[in-house]
């Protein structure tokens, strides 16, 4: 698929067929999201992927009830974390930006995309979670206190088809000066 087909073609899915994703894709998935940049190459982002469908049940306890809807349709959970105190940091530690510990949150945001969109070309769909219970999560996942929970990402073979919703006007988005 050409690039921007794609980028035009991603919607957020929240229906999924039963169908499981094959842990090949799921590792393709993963590789396409460690080449999105990163601050000095600092690849921090982190994928935790789990398909148990017992845990998936038991875990929407911990999501807002239209969170755990998706959950409890998608065959496919990933949870995005990352390593802190690296990205927006020198390697002795000193904030490099105003943004500090934030920019890992960019990071990561670029490589959830990227995730997302690797999907897509795969003919997988994804919505990108982020209200959810971040302690009972982190258990579940095992994600280790050097890395924060950043979002999760359902995944899924596509049980329906979402429009796009409208986009604001370029001009509210774009400035030229």
């Known amino acids: 698929m050409e690039t921007l087909k794609c ?7 929240r229906k999924f067929s039963d169908k499981p994703i094959d842990k ?6 993963a590789q396409a999201a460690q080449l999105a940049p990163t601050w000095k190459n600092s690849q921090t982002a982190r994928f935790t992927a789990l398909s148990d469908r017992k845990i998936l049940n038991e875990l929407c306890a911990a999501l807002p009830a239209y ?6 349709s998608a065959p496919l959970l990933i949870a995005v974390s990352s390593v802190t105190g690296r990205s927006g940091f020198e390697r002795d530690g000193t904030p490099t930006t105003i943004l ?15 995730l997302c969109l690797a999907a897509n070309d ?7 979670l982020g209200i959810f219970d971040h302690e009972v999560l982190r258990a579940v996942f095992k994600i280790p206190e050097t890395e924060n929970l950043v979002a999760l990402v359902a995944c899924g073979y ?4 979402p429009q796009m919703p409208p986009r ?10």
């Open 168 to 177: 604001r006007p370029l001009n509210d988005v774009l400035r030229f000066i």
């Open 67 to 72: 969170n755990a809807a998706i959950v409890g």
């Open 100 to 114: 500090g510990e934030a920019y890992t949150y960019f990071d990561c945001g670029a490589a959830t995309q990227t």
């Open 7 to 13: 980028i035009e073609t991603r919607r957020s899915v």
């Open 122 to 128: 795969l003919g997988i769909g994804t919505v990108i």
């Open 24 to 29: 090949d894709l799921i590792e393709t998935l």
């Open 158 to 161: 596509k049980n329906d088809e």
